[in-house]
């Protein structure tokens, strides 16, 4: 992170800090910002049928592959820094490393979702379906709607990819490039609400 | 009268006729809350007995709300227009997709009248009726799903020297174009957050689209204010 | 590419896995009756700590306009809250 440079001509009263800036375009955080708000109401929905009947919500999250949901934490966040390094990339210049990071974060994307599809055909296997219970149509509502966030996610980056490999970037491309990054960090940090929530919550 | 007068016209017929819509869904038809899908046979048959005048009427003017949403959407096609120019795919889906958005709106309602029509009818039939009107006026979230993509996406996409409606409200449009499709999860539950009446299918999309359609109506009037022939 | 990763971004990469181990590997190993709500209550908070760090600093809110900044923060602390007083309060 560049720091202003200390001029003398100050009177160097104040500390000198980087400038505020506005990650993306604007309109993004209306997105996003919707987005946390509909998905924190998802999540208190979830608490407040839960306080109704602990008890079948324990048992059936007990069934839960909890190595399963741990490792699509991992992957995610993985994924989430080499978006993170790089949109850092992509705004030093560096966009063959920058296309590399984010083909490395797709990947970890979709290796999530491959997860994910085993996770929910052993649970078919099992003759377990979103009707089977509460704690189920949750579990699978609430994973569902991730998982589609998370196929958007994955289309995003692969713009990403494509727009970070054009011979020159212009502060549209950057700004592009932002706000799809923010979109990905967007569906790592459900998912890091929704393990807690759905694998760990005893 | 001009082409603006016209434009404000249509534009605002929209929140008028989602006001009508909401007075015959609540204050004539009783139908806010939503009756519970979990509701007996004979429960339903007894609701469409007691209030079968209030209902009826409450649907007729449902009818007639929804049909006043038209204009609006003519009007955000004409602005589509305005924004793609000459080709205008995006516009063209608006309008379509708009058409579809507003059948089952009508079609719920239609059969909420059948179903007050005859309350003497055995409860099973009634309860069938009902079954049918509100997964008809609740379930078809991939029409607006469509339509506010196209709308979203082209306000995105405006690449005039000014925009015609600011960038926030393409990402807003965009971002209530998914919250439109959990009304189709409907299906699956009778009870529930997911149910016809419950807040993630009901509620929640219902009432985002009528806050939504207030706000366009705002924003379209500036622009059509704004707008140098 | 490996001079990009020597960065701050990396760190809390790490300290993010490691509160994801950390949650986990508590949850499955000293849970018992009687802490149970206390280890939940510790992922949940974990979890939300983890959120935090992601808006602030992967999606770079840290030096964002004051509203977005607050926004984020004002949410992570809401909703932490909320879902612990529920919890708490079906806990029994």
Known sequence: MLRKEHSSATQGTRRDTPARRMPAEEGVWVFIFGDLLVFGLFFLTYMYYRGENVALYVTSQGTLN??????????LLSSSLLV???VHAARIGQRGAAAALLAGAFACGAAFGVIKVIEYG??????????????????FMLTGIHFAHLTIGLGVLAFLFVTVRKP??????????????????????LWVVLFALLYLMR | ????????????????????????????????????????????????????????????????????????????????????????????????????????????????????????RAPEATQMLN??????????????????????????????????????????????????????????????????????????????????GFMMAFLMTNAVKRYKA | ?????????????????????????VAQGFATAANLHLITAGAMVIAFVKARLILLDFMELRRAPLPLRV?????????????????????G
């Open chain 2, 1 to 120: 009268m001009n082409s603006k007068t016209g434009q404000l016209i249509c534009i605002w017929s929209g929140p008028v006729g989602l006001a009508i819509f909401g007075i015959g869904l609540w204050p004539l038809a009783h139908f806010l809350p939503p009756l519970m899908p979990s509701a007996s046979a004979d429960a339903i048959a007894a609701i469409y007995s007691a209030d079968t005048l209030g209902i009826r009427l409450g649907a007729m003017l449902m009818m007639l709300g929804v049909s006043m949403l038209a204009p609006m959407f003519g009007a955000i096609t004409v602005m589509l227009k305005r924004i793609e120019g000459e080709n205008a795919p995006y516009a063209a889906t608006q309008l379509l997709s708009a058409a579809i958005v507003l059948t089952p709106l009508m079609l719920g309602a239609l059969i909420f009248t059948v179903a007050a029509f005859r309350p003497e």
């Open chain 1, 122 to 139: 052993q649970k078919f296997a099992a003759g377990i379906t979103v009707l089977t219970n509460d704690f189920f149509m949750f579990y």
């Open chain 2, 131 to 212: 079954d049918l009107g509100w997964i008809t006026l609740v379930t078809p979230g991939a029409p607006f799903f469509v339509q506010a993509m196209a709308i979203g996406l082209a306000i995105l996409g405006d690449k005039g020297a000014a925009p015609v409606m600011p960038r926030w409200s393409g990402y807003l449009t965009l971002w209530l174009a998914v919250l439109a499709l959990p009304g189709a999860l409907a299906i699956l539950f009778k009870t529930g957050p997911f149910a016809w009446n419950g807040l993630l299918a009901f509620w929640l999309p219902f009432g985002l689209f009528s806050g939504w």
């Open chain 1, 168 to 189: 020159a970037l212009s502060p549209g491309d950057l700004q592009a490039i932002e706000g799809g990054a923010a979109f990905w960090h967007l569906v790592d940090l």
């Open chain 1, 84 to 86: 993170a390094l790089g």
């Open chain 3, 71 to 91: 926004f984020a923060e004002v949410w992570a602390v809401l909703v932490c809250a909320a879902i612990l007083v529920m919890y708490f309060r079906s806990a």
């Open chain 3, 1 to 25: 590419m490996i001079a990009l990763f020597r960065s701050r971004l990396t760190a809390i990469w790490l300290v993010l896995v490691a509160a994801t181990c950390l949650s986990w590997g």
């Open chain 1, 66 to 75: 909890e190595i399963f949901g741990f490792t699509n934490t991992l992957l």
